[in-house]
């Protein structure tokens, strides 16, 4: 590449104000630090309102919306303003590559374009995205997922990650880290340490026995048989309304509480890892260390 990508910033309504600056503020960034390095400033920024897309764009970039809750999002969704981030969002050119954050991804859905694409969104809401875009492969706990010509990006502040893996991968990684270096962003590369399991099954008082049950016992052996007689429902009863509400399956649920109790105790006590393993109900730290590696988590020595 020897001259600028030509990016183009939509600017919804709504959109978030930290999400949109930090798009700004990067590309910004990503340009000073390749003026630092002797070179030609790897961004050329324009900023347009939907429906409006400049002839040219190379990469579209979309802010989280700041819609936290399921209902902002049903009352936002049948407004002007996300009809018109729609009708943006379906003339971008097909080869064009689109980079979307947190509750944005939901406008992605609503154009089409998640259709049999791996994506992402805030952690909170993904039983909903899931309701919405049964189509969509879900990847609830990671915190960027590049499909195609689509990358997705999880809660508000998932905007900085998001930036970072786009200037790494039109102005390579030497940019890409001495702007993390200079805006102190830490690299975080899984959303599954900011889940609360307890938030995602709130709404349904059998599935909230099941995880208090599971808290209680998770140096136990527990079955999916434990875990739906503990919410006093059938095994498919219980896998179903899990799906539906937390956008989890029994043993996802039965490990991201494991994890977050490990993570917990790595935090605030100064056991081994192999006690920490076995408190949580694993043999040993090598099984527990294997899961959170699958789950891009990194190792419990990153917690402490």
Not at 51 to 79: D, F, I, K, N, S
Not at 184 to 191: E, G, H, K, N, Y
């Amino acid at each position: 590449m020897t001259a600028p990508l030509n990016v183009t910033l939509l600017r919804p309504d709504p959109h978030q104000a930290s999400s949109f600056a930090i798009c700004v503020e990067m590309v910004e960034t990503a340009n000073r630090v390749a003026r630092m390095h002797g070179q030609f400033d790897r961004f050329k920024l324009t900023i347009t309102a939907p429906p409006e897309v400049p002839q040219g764009t190379q990469l579209v970039l979309v802010p989280g919306l700041g819609l936290a809750t399921v209902g902002e999002l049903r009352r936002t969704m049948v407004q002007p303003g996300f009809e018109a981030l729609i009708t943006a969002l379906r003339q971008i050119p097909n080869e064009t590559p689109i980079a979307a954050a947190c509750s944005a991804t939901f406008a992605l859905g609503a154009a089409g374009l998640l259709d049999g694409q791996h994506t992402t969104g805030p952690w909170w809401l993904m039983p909903h995205l899931a309701h919405l875009f049964p189509r969509a492969k879900l990847r609830q706990g990671d915190l960027i997922v590049e499909d195609g010509r689509i990358t997705t990006a999880g809660a508000a502040f998932g905007q900085i990650d998001l930036m970072l893996h786009l200037i790494t991968r039109y102005a390579g990684a030497a940019i890409a880290e001495d702007c993390r270096r200079f805006l102190m962003a830490d690299s975080r590369p899984s959303q599954q340490p900011y889940v609360s399991v307890a938030t995602l099954v709130a709404g349904d008082p059998a599935l909230q026995q099941a995880e208090l049950y599971l808290r209680q016992n998770l140096a136990q052996p527990i079955t999916v048989a434990d875990m739906a007689a503990a919410a006093g429902l059938g095994q498919r009863s219980f896998a179903r309304r899990l799906q539906k509400h937390a956008a989890l399956t029994p043993t996802e649920l039965l490990q991201s509480l494991r994890i977050s109790e490990a993570i917990r105790l790595a935090r605030s006590t100064r056991l081994p890892q192999e006690e920490i393993a076995h408190r949580v109900g694993y043999g040993d730290a090598t099984a527990l260390r294997r899961l959170m590696r699958k789950r891009g988590m990194g190792t419990l020595d990153s917690y402490r």
